[in-house]
């Protein structure tokens, strides 16, 4: 019976996740993590939180407000690839990126929730956001129309339906959150 080597995988690079097009994903610590399409509830209310921010960032020119799931190289050796659902990236940090995955995590990244996702799986996500350097991470679930807001040094807060989402990275933002999940 001869011997059996096993070889385990090398981990995946950003670099690498760049040249290969096709499925969403992301990289967690150089192992490629599949992402499912998402359904209409999804898409509708990334969309409208993507619009209610943009038309508050541009006038006041404070940063650029990304959607469909841009990447953010979060760590190396092994790298770290997260792609939220809607970033906000200030303009003074704008200057450091030039192509490829933006280096380090974004100012503001918003989870939107999808029916599978878990509540084990989105925290455990945020929590790796504020470990890269995001001040504040939003989860925000259509099943019960609701923000859970993560802040580095504080416990996650949720905000219902009657409530509003402030944030100092975004001063005299007063985002409604029936604004978020109106139909």
Do not use: Y
């Not at 921010?53 to 404070?62: E, F």
């Not at 509540?119 to 790796?128: I, P, Q």
């Amino acid at each position: 019976m001869s011997a059996m080597s096993i070889h385990p995988r090398q981990p995946v690079t950003a670099d690498q996740l760049w040249h290969t097009r096709g499925e969403r994903c992301e990289l967690v610590a150089g192992e490629v993590r599949t992402m499912s399409p998402v359904g209409p509830p999804h898409a509708r209310v990334t969309a409208r939180l993507a619009k209610l921010l943009l038309d508050h960032v541009d006038p006041r020119a404070a940063g650029e407000v990304w959607a469909g799931d841009p990447g953010f190289l979060i760590a190396r050796d092994p790298d770290t690839v997260l792609a939220p659902d809607i970033a906000f990236v200030r303009t003074g940090r704008l200057r450091a990126w030039e192509r490829g995955f933006f280096p380090g995590a974004p100012d503001l990244a918003i989870e939107v929730r999808s029916p599978g996702d878990t509540s084990t799986e989105l925290d455990a996500k945020a929590r790796r956001w504020l470990a890269a350097g995001c001040a504040t991470v939003v989860i925000a679930d259509p099943a019960d129309a609701s923000f859970t807001v993560w802040r580095s040094g504080h416990a996650p807060r949720v905000l219902g339906i009657a409530d509003l989402f402030t944030d100092d990275l975004l001063p005299d933002l007063r985002l409604r959150i029936a604004d978020v999940f109106a139909r």
